[in-house]
């Protein structure tokens, strides 16, 4: 009788926890299941959100989808957001944005997927990924005619090593990109923070005195040297411009994953959604 009321309880408490995300808030000190939750949802990653379209390998279906949209919906979209995962952590800001200044936009994103047209993405995809990426690219190029800019981000710091023709690879993109007659953006990677790890605020939450946030910060030194050969291509064309939050990000000589005290990453080189928002927000101010 005993040993089955010990594994009764057992289940019990495995399914409440369960249920409550691994927290057990009768066992937790006052405040914490609701602590824990809230910074959870601070450093939750893009592709947690439903408005966020962003997969791991090419949905059609995702190109005409409602909930990709993000502001009025209502209007047609006339701004498209593409690219891998640094396209998609941007997404919060741009939602932000758009909801303020009345403008539909649609986005979709591939991960670590370089928006390089043809089979020009191959040498930077892992091989699983290779086909799915190229035709992901393809559809895009295909549906860029029906909207007015377009905003492409990707991890450019990430693929760099991947190809002796990168640059080139590049600076083509922006060419093609710029050939359309749109109005391109192109969105540069956010500053990264190879020591900052998202669980040390959780644990500080029991765990008195830990210093979570000089992990994630650093003294800022300047911009990064891809990013300026990117500001200098897309500066060749008129109707080309870069995007940065960066300013937001380093400030008075310090690189910081936290914004008034709250962290804004979600891993060391990707935004929160929560952050993301919240520098809209900041921008908006």
């Given at each position: 009788?005993?040993?089955?009321?010990?594994?009764?309880?057992?289940?019990?408490?495995?399914?409440?926890?369960?249920?409550?995300?691994?927290?057990?808030?009768?066992?937790?000190?006052?405040?914490?299941?609701?602590?824990?939750?809230?910074?959870?949802?601070?450093?939750?990653?893009?592709?947690?959100?439903?408005y966020?379209?962003?997969?791991?390998?090419?949905?059609?279906?995702?190109?005409?989808?409602?909930?990709?949209?993000?502001?009025?919906?209502?209007?047609?979209?006339?701004?498209?957001?593409?690219?891998?995962?640094?396209?998609?952590?941007?997404?919060?800001?741009?939602?932000?944005?758009?909801?303020?200044?009345?403008?539909?936009?649609?986005?979709?994103?591939?991960n670590?997927?370089?928006?390089?047209?043809?089979n020009?993405?191959?040498?930077?995809?892992?091989?699983?990924?290779?086909?799915?990426?190229?035709?992901?690219?393809?559809?895009?190029?295909?549906?860029?005619p029906?909207?007015?800019?377009?905003?492409?981000?990707a991890?450019?710091?990430?693929?760099?090593?991947?190809?002796?023709?990168?640059?080139?690879?590049?600076?083509?993109?922006?060419?093609?990109?710029?050939?359309?007659?749109?109005?391109?953006?192109?969105?540069?990677?956010?500053?990264?923070?190879?020591?900052?790890?998202?669980?040390?605020?959780?644990?500080?939450?029991?765990?008195?005195?830990?210093?979570?946030?000089?992990?994630?910060?650093?003294?800022d030194?300047?911009?990064?040297?891809?990013?300026?050969?990117?500001?200098?291509?897309?500066?060749?064309?008129?109707?080309?411009?870069?995007?940065?939050?960066?300013?937001?990000?380093?400030?008075?000589?310090?690189?910081?994953?936290?914004?008034?005290?709250?962290?804004?990453?979600?891993?060391?080189?990707?935004?929160?959604?929560?952050?993301?928002?919240?520098?809209?927000?900041?921008?908006?101010?």
């Amino acid at each position: 009788m005993a040993v089955s009321l010990s594994a009764a309880l057992t289940v019990a408490i495995s399914y409440h926890a369960i249920g409550s995300k691994g927290l057990i808030k009768e066992f937790s000190p006052a405040g914490y299941h609701s602590k824990i939750l809230s910074h959870f949802n601070q450093t939750k990653a893009a592709y947690r959100y439903n408005y966020n379209c962003q997969f791991a390998e090419f949905n059609k279906d995702l190109i005409d989808s409602k909930h990709c949209i993000i502001g009025p919906i209502d209007q047609k979209p006339s701004v498209l957001i593409f690219g891998d995962s640094n396209a998609a952590h941007f997404v919060g800001y741009w939602k932000t944005v758009a909801e303020s200044k009345k403008i539909t936009m649609r986005n979709i994103s591939h991960n670590s997927c370089i928006p390089l047209s043809g089979n020009k993405s191959r040498p930077y995809v892992t091989e699983g990924s290779r086909d799915s990426c190229e035709e992901f690219n393809k559809q895009i190029r295909e549906y860029l005619p029906a909207f007015e800019t377009i905003i492409i981000g990707a991890d450019w710091e990430g693929y760099k090593y991947r190809s002796k023709t990168y640059i080139s690879d590049i600076e083509n993109l922006i060419k093609e990109m710029s050939a359309t007659g749109k109005t391109i953006v192109i969105s540069l990677k956010v500053p990264i923070f190879k020591d900052y790890d998202r669980t040390c605020d959780s644990k500080a939450i029991k765990i008195p005195y830990m210093n979570c946030i000089d992990r994630g910060r650093y003294a800022d030194t300047g911009e990064t040297e891809l990013n300026n050969e990117i500001i200098t291509i897309a500066n060749k064309y008129s109707n080309v411009s870069t995007f940065s939050l960066r300013d937001y990000i380093c400030k008075q000589g310090i690189c910081s994953a936290y914004l008034n005290g709250n962290p804004i990453y979600f891993d060391f080189g990707h935004l929160s959604m929560a952050g993301s928002e919240q520098i809209g927000k900041l921008y908006l101010s």
